[in-house]
């Protein structure tokens, strides 16, 4: 390659890294400007990854050329998460990585850390994740950066909550909230109190979730972050179906796939299909539940969503189950079972355990189902879940435990 060529390319991949940085403010800034930023991403996708594609196998080593590997991922952090798939955004992180530590950019190292550990956590390997973050964590207390211990604290809580350490999570959460109000990180602060959240709704206590949510939502609406507008709204659903508020959760599923819809959410879009199928099914209405689960299915094995494909599987068997198809409603637990133990998600195995004992009871297979719901139930008690008493006293009902 001649000197001007590779002049023009590199004007090429510092253009293009600009560009994405834009659509990444624009998305930022909230509101209309939301719409705007995705518009822009979307045109110029094909030029931003052919700029990142050539900065990350340069012909030669080049201080210029690696400092531009190291900010293409971080320039559209936002956007890249909404729309890249986890696979590639890795392979951009690893070069970025790579470049960093090359040329000793500790920031930048940082950067990669953290956004390797999520895109990890989207396909569901959270062990690798927590590695990771921890070594974010290392990092910005060495350098004494508030704002990225708060973001390692809390992208830590997320990964132990996953794997149904609930309470592990939320003395994560905890400090990272004290962090973010600390430093006035309203993203930050809203980031940590839907967190919490999440924590206090695995325990059971869908009141005490709600108020997290609602001071979340608030926030969300304040700093026009749709996407964490969407997410709230669709935990909101969740936490009002647990206390059995089916109507009213739907409501709130129906705006979370509006905003999902309008962004480009795919994930969020996934997740608010699965939960209106789940809702649905506890209306009795079978045949309208398996039809937004498997919308779900599809988008989550689209985009690599392990976690999300476990969810929806599950939520088919449950389905299936209600309309009387036992056989069938036991080949999706069986599938989401296979998920859940490959991502480490305890609370999705107790569930599939659960319910394909009780499938297993309806045929009359009995000592295999409560074989299959003593398990459930030993996961249950472990990880601190409400479904333990469900499961106790079902093993009470088919005079296994007593009273």
């Not at 196998?57 to 320039?75: F, G, H, Q």
């Not at 108020?211 to 700093?223: D, P």
Request: include cysteine; charge should be negative; hydrophobic fraction near 40%.
């Amino acid at each position: 390659m001649s000197p001007t060529q590779q002049e023009a390319r590199l004007r090429h991949a510092s253009h293009y890294k600009d560009v994405l940085s834009a659509a990444d403010d624009l998305y930022m800034e909230g509101g209309e400007k939301v719409l705007i930023g995705l518009r822009l991403f979307d045109l110029e996708w094909e030029n931003i990854r052919t700029g990142q594609t050539w900065v990350a196998s340069p012909p030669e080593k080049d201080r210029t050329l690696s400092e531009l590997c190291v900010a293409y991922p971080n320039a559209g952090v936002h956007v890249l998460n909404l729309r890249q798939h986890p696979k590639e955004r890795i392979a951009w992180l690893e070069a970025a990585l790579s470049a960093a530590r090359e040329s000793g950019d500790r920031r930048g190292e940082g950067a990669a850390l953290v956004n390797l550990g999520l895109a990890y956590a989207d396909l569901g390997k959270l062990p690798k994740a927590i590695e990771f973050y921890e070594g974010l964590l290392a990092i910005a207390r060495e350098s004494g950066d508030r704002r990225w211990e708060g973001a390692a604290l809390g992208n830590l809580g997320i990964a132990y909550k996953d794997l149904g350490e609930a309470r592990k999570g939320i003395e994560f959460y905890e400090q990272y909230l004290v962090i973010a109000r600390e430093s006035g990180d309203r993203h930050g602060e809203g980031n940590a109190l839907g967190c919490l959240g999440l924590a206090y709704a695995d325990l059971g206590e869908a009141h005490k979730a709600i108020e997290f949510y609602e001071q979340w939502l608030a926030i969300a609406r304040e700093i026009g972050d749709r996407r964490g507008e969407g997410q709230v709204l669709g935990n909101l659903g969740n936490a009002y179906l647990d206390l059995d508020k089916v109507r009213k959760a739907i409501e709130f599923y129906e705006q979370y796939l509006v905003i999902a819809r309008e962004i480009g959410d795919r994930r969020g879009e996934g997740n608010a299909l699965g939960n209106l199928g789940l809702a649905h099914k506890n209306l009795g209405e079978a045949h309208k539940a398996i039809e937004f689960c498997e919308q779900a299915l599809v988008i989550d094995r689209e985009i690599g969503d392990r976690r999300g494909e476990g969810n929806d599987l599950g939520n088919l068997g449950n389905a299936y189950l209600d309309s009387g198809e036992l056989r069938k409603a036991i080949e999706f637990y069986d599938g989401q079972l296979v998920i859940v133990r490959e991502i480490g998600d305890r609370r999705g195995e107790g569930n599939a355990l659960f319910n394909m004992g009780c499938a297993w009871y309806d045929l009359e297979e009995k000592d295999r189902a409560i074989e299959l719901v003593k398990q459930a139930l030993k996961i249950h008690e472990q990880i601190e879940s409400p479904n333990a008493e469900i499961a106790r006293n079902l093993l009470i009902k088919w005079g296994v435990l007593h009273e």
